[in-house]
């Protein structure tokens, strides 16, 4: 039996043991009630210090979470892909409001660091109270990636006592055992979760194959949460977190380098030992995604002050080992990759009720990274008249540290100038110190009138500062593979990244109508140095790089339902963004496709035009059924230009069926269809700015679980 199921289980085991015998411990007398109230209230002030107040916001409980087919063993980018204007992209990557990446992840409103994850989801929804989607004219609390915020409030054992241990599978080879604890002994609580996720489908297919060849993923998450009550003002909380995630690199059956691989300047294929051929399902890349994340927190809630105060962690690591002779006679370069990061930091908040009418916030965000490289690359040395192979293949060593420093400070005012209306004005400072040294004075305003009880309607206005992401290449590795087979197409050419900066416009409202609540929102986005990423390396990993000029515009609308046992939600979104002149990173593009841009506007290659989600849930008695939906026009592609198709729509339906047996510590079975309709559809066909090979949507799943409560 695989070791780490046995170490999953035993975990488990011992965990729900702790949680039962300490929910069995009596608190001392009269103290319980009081503690879960003064829990509640912390958690209000706590809450209080980062409001959305004229961005719009989506939330997901943990309850709509268990009601997706899936349940908390869905991935948390497929949980944020049922908000409002998120479209999915390969790689588990989301794209909201038109914008690559740049999400910003907070656990109880902290910020956690970005870090080198490419397939992997570091968080778990099992772990989530709640998930809430925080996008629009952001307030000045929110900054520096700021196309989203997905602020995670953690379970806490005040509120969730007791356990669960679950196993779920199926499909691809799937097998998912998990668990929860949790528990509380007077001011002092406790929430840990786990899961072991091994099966057959770890990265998209690249040739539509419901079980790809060699994708085989084995992934460990592991989350803790505790803390501490002081006294009726004041708590103290740890978070710690772990996930270590295994990826073979799966690739397209049938194809052989003879006919599709490297071919040297004089058009000859590359030699390896006396072989210019090798079949891609000989192929044998594998990468390795871990990290580690903690957070301290100290909290206080005094009169009319509010403060909290964090520090944060985390460490992540990625491994990349190339197959060292098939992928130099496919690509010409066979590279292995040791990359790590380390970022560290400190956020203090606080929030001030001066009078009946106004409201002040501040806060202070410092953070510290040291990025570390070391790669070592097979390629083909080339004659530098004749460009045909000069020899066996050669190694190219390169290594390389970097540091990188932020600062953040804001201020902002909540007023009240009269019941219905609020306004939240505030400025905004980021500094950056990196590849290049940036700075930004970033106002911010919010208006929410509140027309009626049933209407709210808001208006807003944000400048943004988006500084690159950390993980680029740098000049001095470029100039290493000039002559040799991993020459980029325009190696003279590398400008650093710029920061982002951009004036975002947020209009819209949201009527309550009985058991029905409707909303819409349009958004304007202009963009000066728009950030993109592209894979251009040999590992999976992405480069980023600049539009000198970009736009981004909008619309999304939205309705939910509730009414007793059922309830539904739709929503649909209208987006365009397109960016024109690339100004860094240029070494990765052809340069007549650079020449062609420089003068043209063009679809950014993660622009969908339409995009879609729906679901509903019934319940009856002790059974749940659900249903989830997913639509997409189609990302974009090479067409007769740059970005200039796309590949075609699809809609992928999900359905879930569950039943609880007992009333105390109830077992549950459920049973989920995955891509009920088995629709093979085009994520990525392998074309377009930036983009590698090929990717197909999951095919058709059958999933069963059962599950059983403790406490």
């Known amino acids: 039996m695989n070791s780490s199921l046995i170490f999953g289980a035993g975990l488990a085991a011992g ?6 015998a300490q929910a069995a411990e009596p608190s001392p007398a009269g103290t319980v009630d009081e503690v879960v109230v003064t829990a509640r209230r912390l958690d209000a002030a706590r809450a209080a210090i980062q409001p959305d107040l004229g961005a719009s916001s989506y939330t997901i409980s943990a309850a709509a979470v268990a009601n997706l ?15 409002p204007g998120v479209t999915q992209d390969s790689f588990g990557q989301l794209h909201v409001r038109g914008d690559h990446a740049n999400l910003q992840y907070r656990l109880n409103g902290v910020i956690l660091p970005e870090g080198l994850s490419v397939f992997g989801q570091t968080l778990s929804p099992r772990l989530a109270d709640s998930v809430e989607l925080i996008t629009g004219a952001l307030p000045a609390q929110y900054g520096l990636r700021t196309a989203g915020v997905v602020n995670i409030t953690t379970k806490s054992g005040q509120f969730h006592n007791g356990g669960e241990v679950s196993l779920y599978g199926g499909s691809h080879g799937t ?3 998990s668990f929860e604890a949790a528990g509380a002994s007077g001011p002092t609580s406790f929430f840990a979760s786990g899961s072991y996720l091994e099966n057959k489908l770890g990265i998209e297919s690249p040739d539509g194959r419901s079980t790809p060849h060699h994708d085989r993923t084995k992934q460990i998450q592991a989350f803790g949460y505790l803390d501490h009550i002081l006294d009726a003002e004041s708590r103290v909380s740890l978070i710690a977190g772990v996930s270590d995630q295994k990826f073979q690199i799966p690739q397209a059956v049938g194809v052989h380098a ?3 691989g490297y071919r040297t300047p004089a058009g000859d294929p590359g030699v390896v030992g006396g072989l210019s051929d090798y079949a891609s399902e000989n192929l044998n890349q594998n990468q390795r995604e871990t990290t580690g994340y903690a957070i301290a927190s100290y909290l206080r809630d005094a009169g009319p002050v509010t403060l909290q105060v964090s520090a944060f962690v985390r460490y992540s690591r990625l491994t990349f080992d190339p197959d060292p002779v098939g992928d130099l006679l496919f690509t010409g370069v066979a590279q292995r990759a040791r990359k790590s990061d380390l970022a560290a930091g400190l956020q203090a908040e606080g929030v001030y009720k001066l009078t009946d009418a106004h409201t002040l916030r501040g806060g202070l965000i410092v953070q510290a990274d040291r990025s570390k490289s070391d790669t070592v690359s097979q390629v083909f040395a080339l004659d530098p008249v004749t460009g045909a192979q000069a020899g066996p293949p050669i190694s190219v060593a390169d290594a390389s540290r970097r540091n990188a420093r932020t600062y953040s400070v804001y201020i902002q005012d909540e007023w009240r100038p009269f019941e219905p209306l609020t306004i939240n004005y505030g400025l905004r400072y980021d500094q950056v110190e990196n590849f290049r040294n940036e ?10 009138w509140r027309a009626t009880a049933t209407t709210t309607a808001h208006a807003g206005y944000a400048r943004y500062f988006t500084p690159s992401p950390f993980e680029l290449i740098a000049s001095p590795s470029i100039a290493k593979f000039v002559g040799t087979s991993a020459e980029p197409p325009n190696p003279d050419a590398n400008t650093a990244p710029f920061a982002e900066r951009s004036d975002y416009y947020d209009l819209g409202a949201e009527q309550r109508l009985g058991p029905f609540t409707l909303g819409v929102d349009a958004y304007l986005r202009q963009v000066k140095n728009l950030l993109d990423e592209g894979q251009f390396g040999a590992p999976i990993i992405l480069t980023p790089f600049n539009y000198r000029d970009g736009r981004v515009k909008g619309v999304e609308f939205t309705a939910n339902y509730v009414q007793g046992p059922f309830t539904a939600y739709g929503n649909f979104a209208i987006s365009k963004a397109q960016g024109r002149n ?24 993660h622009d969908q035009r339409y995009t879609g989600s729906a679901g509903a849930t019934w319940r009856w008695g002790a059974t749940r059924a659900s249903f989830d939906l997913l639509y997409g026009s189609g990302l974009r592609a090479d067409g007769a230009t740059p970005n200039g198709g796309k590949v075609p729509a699809y809609t992928v339906v999900n359905l879930g069926l569950a039943h609880s047996f007992g009333e105390t510590d109830p077992v549950e079975l459920r049973l989920d269809v995955i891509n009920a309709f088995d629709k093979r559809y085009l994520i990525r066909d392998g074309s377009g700015v930036g983009v590698g090979q ?13 599950s059983k409560r403790f406490g």
């Open 582 to 605: 690339i100004v860094s990173s240029q070494f990765n593009f052809d340069p007549d496709e650079l020449a062609y841009i420089a003068t043209h506007y063009i679809p950014l290659d």
């Open 439 to 448: 700075h930004q004075v970033s106002p911010r305003v919010n208006v929410v």
């Open 258 to 260: 003879a006919d599709q």
């Open 175 to 177: 097998v998912q055992p």
């Open 694 to 706: 090929p990717q197909w949507g999951a095919r058709r799943g059958v999933f069963v679980g059962i």
């Open 69 to 83: 087919p899936g349940g908390a063993n869905t991935p948390l980018n497929q949980v944020v892909l049922q908000a």
């Open 15 to 20: 965990l729900v043991a702790a949680a039962q």
